[in-house]
């Protein structure tokens, strides 16, 4: 029990920490006028901050943590395929999205339809959709 109690502690440290790393990076992305080249992508600015965004993906998207984590470096990677992607306030939400969606499909047991992860995100079923198939595209569908 100790044990599970622990992890669950852990947990809770680990979300908060991919909390704030996105926060800040769409907040320091803003402040520096940062502009992603992904233009599928890009949208209004989020209604929501960031970090509140990663407890809404993991309240409503039925994921484990790890997804969160695993998303975070699906973004990472496209990063380092395509130097100029970086989260803004008009994207974030459709990338982090895209991005722990997958994760949760790769890693996790059982997880949401698309429309489901659309509701989750305030976005439209094609939409996601289409987004899906492109960051698949971007990274290259490598996913372990």
């Keep these: 029990m100790a044990a599970m109690k622990e992890?669950?502690?852990?947990?809770?440290?680990?979300?908060?920490?991919?909390?704030?790393?996105?926060?800040?990076?769409?907040?320091?992305?803003?402040?520096?006028?940062?502009?992603?080249?992904?233009?599928?992508?890009?949208?209004?600015?989020?209604?929501?901050?960031?970090?509140?965004?990663?407890?809404?993906?993991?309240?409503?998207?039925?994921?484990?943590?790890?997804?969160?984590?695993?998303?975070?470096?699906?973004?990472?990677?496209?990063k380092r395929i395509f130097p100029s992607v970086c989260l803004t306030s008009r994207n974030f939400q459709r990338l982090l999205l895209t991005a722990c969606m997958t994760a949760a499909k790769f890693l996790d047991d059982s997880y949401y339809s698309n429309k489901r992860w659309a509701d989750v995100g305030g976005l439209d079923t094609k939409e996601l959709n289409r987004l899906e198939l492109e960051f698949l595209f971007r990274i290259g569908f490598s996913l372990s």
Aim: with cysteine.
């Design 7 to 78: 992890d669950a502690e852990m947990q809770k440290r680990l979300v908060k920490c991919c909390e704030e790393l996105v926060e800040e990076t769409v907040k320091y992305n803003d402040s520096n006028n940062k502009k992603c080249e992904f233009a599928a992508f890009e949208g209004e600015e989020a209604p929501i901050d960031a970090a509140s965004f990663v407890r809404r993906i993991l309240k409503h998207g039925n994921c484990s943590p790890c997804c969160i984590v695993v998303g975070i470096l699906y973004l990472e990677r496209m």
